[in-house]
């Protein structure tokens, strides 16, 4: 259920573009959050990517709170795969 609803809410913010700016302290409270749900790590992501999209630039200033979460999942994912 929860991917369902970061599916949608990555669609929203696909449509209604920079005027998520308002909500966009919210969503990275969120997508922080949910970091630590392995199963909704791709849905997370593609939230992240629709963000980007939307807000261009504008998206420069939160990757460093994006990114350091991202490339944690990714470094552990790598050490399960090469164990």
Partial sequence: MQEFHLQQLAILVYIIKQHIRNYL????????????????EV??????????????????????????PMLKVRQLRCRWTFG
Avoid: Q, Y
């Fill in 25 to 40: 302290d919210d969503i990275l409270e969120l997508i922080n959050d949910l970091w630590s749900f392995p199963s909704l």
């Fill in 43 to 68: 849905h997370v992501v593609s939230l992240i990517e629709s963000l980007a999209r939307a807000l261009n630039a504008e998206f420069k200033p939160f990757l460093a709170t994006v990114l350091p």
